[in-house]
C-alpha cells in the first residue's frame, strides 16, 4: 500500500471514528430522560443577593413562559408564597400550637415586595390577588395564544421572617424555600392554592433553573443543582447554580455548616450538617436510599443530591435535588428515617409529580411505603422487622380514631381533599400519611410484595417526570397484576370498610 492511500484510509477511517462519536453522543443524551424532559419545560432565571443585616433577598427573576394550553391566554399568575408569613395572613404557615416552637425568639412576620414587572421588555403594572394575597397577577398586552411563548421579568425583595420554617432565618441558618413567584399550574383553568400549614401546599410544574445568588463570604450554600462557578471578594460570594427539570429549588445558607461527598455512580450526594452526632451514619442512608430506590423505581436522573440538616420546625422537607432535615431530632432511628422519606420524595412528589394539595396521600403515603421497601433491602439499617414497620401505622391510626371518637369529634376518613379541608394538622398526618402507607401495605397483602414492586416501576416508568393522578396509579398496578383494583381504591380512599 502506498503511503498516499495509507493516509486517505487513515483520514477516512479518522472521520468515520469521529462521525460514530457524534452519533453515539447524540444517542445517548437523545435517551437521557432528563435532557429531553429538559427541552420541553419553562426556564426561571433568578439573580439574587442575600443582605444579612436586614436579611431580605433582592432578586431580579426572569421567567420563559409558553402558553402549553390550548386556550389564549389574556394573563400568567404566580404563587407568591412568601406572603403567607406576612402579618395578619389569613393562611399563616403555622397553626397556633405551633407558634412558641416555630417563633425562637418571639412572632416575626415577612412578606414579598414586587416592585415592577415586564412582559417581552415592556413594563406592565401587576395585580396582587387570590383569596390571602397569594397571587400574583401579571397582565399580557396580546393574549398569549397556544404553544407560543413570552418572557416575564419580575423584580422584587423578600423579607425574611425569624422562622424555624421552609423560608425564614434562625441565629443559625437561613432557610430558602418557595420564595420566588411561580407560575400557577393550569388545567382548562387555572388552579390555584392558598397556603396552608397542613401538608406541602405546593403543585408546581418542571422547570430549568439557572440561579446566581452574592452572599456574605462567610456563609456556605447548601442547594438544589450543580455549582458552574463561584467567584470571591473580601467580603461576598458569588455562586451560580443550573438545576434541570426540578420542580421547586431551594437553598440553605449557614456559616456553620460542614459538608461531606459520595458519590453514587455520576450523582454526587452531599450531606450538609450543623452538629450531627454521626453525620457518616446519615449520608451512608442517604447514599443507600438513593441507590435503592434507583434500583427499585427508576434511576435517580440528577447529577447532584443533597441532603442538609437546618433548623425546622417540622421532621423535613423536600425540594428538587435537596431535602431539609431537622436539627432538632436526635434519636438515631428518628433520623433515619426521616432522611429515608424525604430521599423517596424525590421520586413520590420529584420524579413523578402529583398534586400535593389535592391529593397529598399519592406521594406522601409512597414515600412512607418507600421507607418499609427500603428496610427490607437494608435490614441492618433496621432495629425491628417490616410487621413491626407495619404494625406501628396500624396502632397509631387506632390510637387516633380511639381519641377523635372519645371526644365525640367528627372523624373524616375521606383521603382524597383538599389540604385546607382536613379538620385538623392530626387529622391530615393521619390520612395522608398513615392511612396513606397502610394503604400500600394493605394491597401489598393482596397482591405480594413481587408485585408492588413491578407495579411502582411500571408507575414511576410511565409516569416519569408527569403529574401523575390516582387514575394513572390505578393503571399501572391494573396492567401488572391483571387484577381489577378499583374498589380496592375507592373504598379505601373513602374510608369504608372495618380495617380502615
Excluded at 419580575?154 to 434562625?170: M, Q, S
Excluded at 458569588?238 to 440553605?252: E, G, K, L, N
Excluded at 447514599?287 to 421532621?315: A, C, I, K, N
Aim: some cysteine.
Amino acid at each position: 500500500m502506498t503511503k498516499r492511500r495509507r493516509i486517505i484510509l487513515i483520514t477516512s477511517l479518522g472521520l468515520a471514528c469521529v462521525v460514530l462519536a457524534t452519533l453515539l453522543v447524540f444517542l445517548v443524551r437523545g435517551s437521557d430522560p432528563l435532557a429531553t424532559a429538559a427541552r420541553n419545560v419553562d426556564n426561571i432565571r433568578m439573580d439574587i443577593v442575600y443582605n444579612h443585616q436586614r436579611r431580605t433577598l433582592s432578586v431580579t427573576q426572569t421567567v420563559t413562559y409558553r402558553n402549553r394550553s390550548n386556550i389564549a391566554k389574556s394573563e400568567v399568575k404566580f404563587h407568591i408564597f412568601a406572603n403567607a408569613f406576612r402579618e395578619g395572613a389569613q393562611f399563616p404557615p403555622v397553626s397556633q400550637n405551633e407558634i412558641a416552637t416555630a417563633f425562637p425568639n418571639g412572632k416575626s412576620f415577612g412578606h414579598i415586595d414586587i416592585g415592577r414587572t415586564a412582559v417581552d421588555g415592556a413594563s406592565i403594572l401587576p395585580q396582587i390577588g387570590g383569596e390571602d394575597e397569594n397571587l400574583l397577577i401579571v397582565p399580557l398586552p396580546t393574549p398569549l395564544a397556544p404553544n407560543a411563548t413570552t418572557t416575564i421579568d419580575i423584580f422584587y425583595t423578600v423579607h425574611l421572617a425569624n422562622i424555624a420554617h421552609r423560608l425564614g432565618y434562625t441565629d443559625r441558618v437561613v432557610n430558602l424555600g418557595n420564595f420566588y413567584p411561580v407560575p400557577v399550574m393550569f388545567d382548562s383553568e387555572w388552579l390555584p392554592n392558598t397556603y396552608s400549614y397542613n401538608g406541602d401546599p405546593f403543585f408546581n410544574a418542571l422547570h430549568n433553573f439557572d440561579v446566581t445568588i452574592t452572599k456574605p463570604r462567610d456563609m456556605v450554600m447548601a442547594s438544589s443543582g450543580v455549582v458552574i462557578r463561584e467567584t470571591k471578594t473580601s467580603t461576598t460570594r458569588t455562586t451560580t447554580i443550573q438545576s434541570r427539570a426540578i420542580r421547586d429549588w431551594a437553598a440553605v445558607l449557614s456559616p456553620h455548616l460542614q459538608s461531606m461527598t459520595r458519590f453514587v455512580g455520576r450523582t454526587a450526594v452531599h450531606y450538609y450538617f450543623l452538629d450531627d452526632a454521626d453525620p457518616i451514619r446519615s449520608l451512608e442512608v442517604a447514599v443507600r436510599s438513593l441507590e435503592t430506590f434507583s434500583r427499585l423505581f427508576v434511576r435517580f436522573p440528577y447529577r447532584v443530591m443533597t441532603v442538609v440538616q437546618t433548623d425546622f420546625l417540622h421532621g423535613g422537607m423536600e425540594f428538587g435535588e435537596i431535602v431539609f432535615i431537622a436539627a432538632n431530632i436526635t434519636n438515631r432511628e428518628d433520623i433515619d428515617r426521616v432522611i429515608i422519606h424525604e430521599m423517596a420524595h424525590q421520586w413520590w412528589y420529584g420524579i413523578i409529580g402529583n398534586d400535593q394539595v389535592r391529593t397529598a396521600w399519592i406521594d406522601e403515603g409512597l414515600a412512607e411505603y418507600s421507607t418499609l421497601l427500603f428496610f427490607d433491602e437494608n435490614p441492618d439499617l433496621f432495629m425491628g422487622t417490616r410487621r413491626d414497620y407495619i404494625n406501628m401505622f396500624r396502632s397509631n391510626l387506632a390510637s387516633f380514631t380511639r381519641l377523635v371518637r372519645g371526644i365525640g369529634a367528627p372523624l373524616d376518613k375521606n383521603m382524597n381533599r383538599h389540604l385546607n379541608e382536613f379538620n385538623s394538622q392530626y387529622e391530615y398526618v393521619y390520612m395522608a400519611y398513615v392511612r396513606g402507607m397502610l394503604l400500600f401495605a394493605d394491597l401489598e397483602m393482596m397482591i405480594g410484595r413481587e408485585y408492588m414492586v413491578r407495579s411502582l416501576a411500571h408507575f414511576a416508568r410511565a409516569q416519569m417526570f408527569g403529574i401523575a393522578t390516582q387514575k394513572n396509579l390505578l393503571e399501572s398496578f391494573e396492567q401488572v397484576t391483571t387484577f381489577s383494583l378499583g374498589l380496592f381504591f375507592e373504598s379505601y380512599l373513602l374510608g369504608l370498610g372495618v380495617s380502615h
